[in-house]
Nanobody, 119 residues
Framework: QVQLVASGGGLVQPGGSLRLSCAAS????????MGWYRQTPGNQRELVAK???????NVADSVKGRFTISRDNAKNSVYLQMNSLKPEDTAVYYC?????????????WGQGTQVTVSS
């Protein structure tokens, strides 16, 4: 079992910045992907950015050039630096970890942190 604890959300004005953090604990294997998804009311959860343990990234077009994902493997943590925030970035952001456990893919979620971009 894996636990994820996210932090760093809040209220920010358009054009501002926020940094989200997520720490994973529990049974974590050496090869895994960590990332961030977001969800607004009435919509499906969508990928924001993810990063494999090998350093490969996948970033949504809507945030490219503004958001940067990074991770600290020693701390089993992932971060999302969000710059030039727009009102449409307002959502609940969820930290995610994917790994394969004895041949079975597993997906874990953090508790979600609210990001509100508003003047």
């Amino acid at each position: 079992q894996v636990q994820l604890v996210a932090s760093g959300g809040g209220l920010v004005q358009p054009g501002g910045s926020l940094r989200l953090s997520c720490a994973a604990s529990g049974r974590i294997f050496s090869i895994y992907t960590m990332g961030w998804y977001r969800q607004t009311p009435g919509n499906q959860r969508e990928l924001v950015a993810k990063l494999t343990s090998g350093g490969n990234t996948n970033v949504a077009d809507s945030v490219k050039g503004r958001f940067t994902i990074s991770r600290d493997n020693a701390k089993n943590s992932v971060y999302l630096q969000m710059n030039s925030l727009k009102p449409e970035d307002t959502a609940v952001y969820y930290c995610n970890l994917d790994q394969t456990e004895w041949g079975t893919p597993r997906r874990y979620w953090g508790q979600g942190t609210q990001v509100t971009v508003s003047s």
